[in-house]
C-alpha cells in the first residue's frame, strides 16, 4: 500500500495559541513529577489535536482516567487543531523533564525539528492515533493506533459488494478529514484503492469538512447545490457524517435511502442514527487507548524494547448490527 505511515513503519522495521492551546496540568494531585521526581510517579506529557470531535473527546477522557488508574502524572495540552500549539506544548514538556512524551499530530508532516529536541533532551516519544511522515524514525519509539488506510479499504468494500451486480454509475462525494491529517489521507487513499477498480463508482466531489459536524454540513449543502445526483457520501468520520445528514434532510432527501452514508469512527449518536437508518454502515475507530498509552509509556520510560506498531482491536458495523451493538457503545 502506498501511503506515508505504512512507509514511515516499514522503514522503521528495516532500520530495526497560547496554552489555552498550551497549558499543561497534572490528572493526580499534588503532584508536578519529572524526571528525579521526589514522588517517584512517572510523568506522561501528552499534546491532544483537540476537542474536534466526539472520538476525540472520548480518546481524551480514555487517557485522563489510564493516567489517574495508573499511578501516572500527566501533563496534558489542548492544541486546538494547530500544529504550532502543539510544538509548543511539546516544547514545554521538554522543559519539564518529563519522563516520556505522547501525541496524536495534528498533520503528518513539519515534526523532525521538535521531536530531534525531544531525542536530544533523553525523553522518548510514542505517536498516538495519527503517524508522522518524517524519514528519521529514530524520533519516535513506537505508534499506538489503529490502522486508517484498512479503515478505508473496509469502506469501499461496503460499498462494492453493496452494487455488486449493477452497471449503473454511482456518483459518491467524500467529505475529508483535516487536511495534511494522517487519517484524512489513508482513509482517502484505502477507500480509493479498492473502488477505483470499478469504473462505475465516481468520485464527483472529496472536500475537507475538518472533522467538525458543522463543517460537514456546511460543505455537504455545498456538494448538494452542485450535484444533484449524488448515490453516496462517504465521510472520513462520524461528525462529519452526522452534520451531512442534516443538510440532506434539509434538502428534502432521505439520508441512508436516497443518499446512502458511510461513516468511520463508531461514536455512540452514529450507531443511533443507523439505528434509524440514516446511516448505512460505520467502519469503526477505537479511541479508547489509554490503558495500553499508560503501559507502553512505562515500558519505554524503563528502556524495555516495545513494538514499533501497536493497534487496536475494531470492526464493522452496519445497520442490521445497530441495535444490538448500542447499549455496549462506551463513547
Wanted: aromatic fraction near 6%.
Amino acid at each position: 500500500m502506498a501511503h506515508r505511515a505504512l512507509r514511515v513503519i516499514a522503514a522503521a522495521v528495516l532500520a530495526g495559541g497560547a496554552l489555552t492551546a498550551c497549558t499543561t496540568e497534572p490528572a493526580t494531585t499534588g503532584t508536578t513529577g519529572g524526571k528525579g521526581s521526589s514522588d517517584g510517579k512517572l510523568v506522561l506529557g501528552f499534546a491532544q489535536v483537540g476537542a474536534e470531535s466526539g472520538w476525540r473527546t472520548a480518546n481524551t477522557t480514555s487517557i485522563r482516567e489510564a493516567a489517574e488508574k495508573a499511578g501516572v502524572t500527566l501533563k496534558f495540552s489542548d492544541a486546538q487543531q494547530k500544529q504550532e500549539n502543539q510544538i509548543k506544548a511539546i516544547r514545554t514538556f521538554i522543559q519539564q523533564k518529563v519522563d516520556v512524551i505522547a501525541f496524536s499530530p495534528v498533520v503528518e508532516s513539519g515534526w523532525d525539528t521538535v521531536l530531534k529536541e525531544a531525542k536530544n533532551a533523553g525523553i522518548p516519544v510514542i505517536l498516538t492515533d495519527r503517524a508522522v511522515d518524517s524519514q528519521d524514525t529514530s524520533l519516535y519509539r513506537t505508534f499506538l493506533g489503529s490502522d486508517f488506510v484498512k479503515e478505508g479499504q473496509e469502506a469501499g468494500k461496503w460499498l462494492v459488494k453493496e452494487y455488486e451486480g449493477t452497471s449503473e454509475p454511482v456518483n459518491v462525494v467524500e467529505l475529508q478529514g483535516t487536511t495534511g491529517s494522517a487519517p484524512a489521507n489513508d482513509r482517502k487513499a484505502g477507500f480509493a484503492e479498492v473502488v477505483k477498480g470499478d469504473p462505475k463508482f465516481r468520485i464527483v466531489a472529496s472536500q475537507t469538512g475538518d472533522f467538525t459536524r458543522a463543517k460537514g454540513k456546511e460543505v455537504m449543502q455545498a456538494f448538494l447545490k452542485s450535484h444533484k445526483d449524488i448515490d453516496v457520501l462517504y465521510a472520513h468520520n462520524d461528525d462529519m457524517a452526522l452534520g451531512a445528514i442534516q443538510a440532506i434532510e434539509e434538502a428534502g432527501k432521505k439520508p441512508g435511502t436516497d443518499i446512502k452514508v458511510i461513516s468511520v469512527d463508531g461514536i455512540k449518536d452514529a450507531f443511533v442514527a443507523m439505528q434509524e437508518k440514516k446511516i448505512n454502515v460505520v467502519v469503526e475507530c477505537n479511541p479508547l487507548l489509554g490503558d495500553q498509552l499508560m503501559e507502553l509509556a512505562k515500558k519505554v520510560a524503563a528502556g524495555e524494547t516495545v513494538p514499533r506498531r501497536v493497534e487496536v482491536k475494531e470492526g464493522v458495523f452496519t445497520q442490521d448490527q445497530a441495535a444490538a451493538a448500542l447499549p455496549g457503545r462506551q463513547y
